[in-house]
């Protein structure tokens, strides 16, 4: 089993930023490609970025590219979520998401999930 807890969510204005982080405990962290998600209400959880094991290969929807950034410490057992020019349409409940050994771009390839963290972006 692998625990996952997001943190770092809150209430921003359009343009600014946010960190999320995502603390892993349980299996070894760097066996696990890592994944950020975020659901808006009514609206299907979709992906918005994943890391590969090592950090070296990165991946982003294209709603983000540009905007966040996605890293991992391997030594801490995180994983980092930074956004930059938030935006009224980025706000979501973030959450983060362990895959076995690969990165995945679809919620279904992903093996554990954190609780969530609410963000929101004001116009």
């Known amino acids: 089993q692998v625990q996952l807890v997001e943190s770092g969510g809150g209430l921003v204005q359009a343009g600014g930023s946010l960190r999320l982080s995502c603390a892993a405990s349980?299996?070894?962290?760097?066996?696990?490609?890592m994944g950020w998600f975020r659901q808006a209400p009514t609206k299907e959880r979709d992906f918005v970025a994943a890391i590969s094991l090592s950090g070296a290969a990165t991946a982003y929807a294209n709603s983000v590219k540009g905007r966040f950034t996605i890293s991992r410490d391997n030594a801490k057992n995180t994983v980092y979520l930074q956004m930059n020019s938030l935006k009224p349409e980025d706000t979501a409940v973030y959450y983060c998401a362990a895959k076995w050994l690969s990165m995945g771009g679809t919620k279904e390839e992903y093996n554990y999930w954190g609780q969530g963290t609410q963000v929101t972006v004001s116009s």
């Open positions: 349980g299996r070894t962290f760097s066996d696990y490609a």
